[in-house]
């Protein structure tokens, strides 16, 4: 039911698999870049949002605000044409 993805590059990001089509993913990029969950997102129809950081495989790292911030706002244009799933009332 998610309207929009934002996250770490990780395995967490196998749930994609999940997501309705049309919901856009941001992902914080390490610093070598895989494409495994671009890759996926393309092939399931979410829109891809990268931000560059210099965070490694195993450690911690920074995410620069106002990048973050006009990517959530591109990113978040996608998501309002998103239809919503029906309710099950």
């Known amino acids: 039911r998610a309207d929009i993805i934002i996250g770490p590059h990780g395995a967490g990001f196998a749930n994609l698999i999940c997501a309705r089509s049309g ?3 941001i992902e ?3 610093k070598s870049h895989s494409w495994d969950y671009e890759l996926l ?3 399931l129809g979410l829109p891809y949002f990268g931000i560059r950081t210099e965070m490694d495989h195993y450690g ?3 995410v620069s605000i106002d990048t973050l911030e006009t990517t ?4 978040l244009k996608v998501a309002r044409h998103v ?3 029906p309710s099950a009332s």
Do not use: C, D, I
């Not at 959530?72 to 990113?75: F, M």
């Open 23 to 25: 919901v856009p993913l």
């Open 28 to 30: 914080f990029q390490q």
């Open 41 to 43: 997102s393309m092939k």
């Open 60 to 62: 911690p790292g920074s």
């Open 72 to 75: 959530l706002r591109s990113a």
């Open 83 to 85: 239809a919503a799933p």
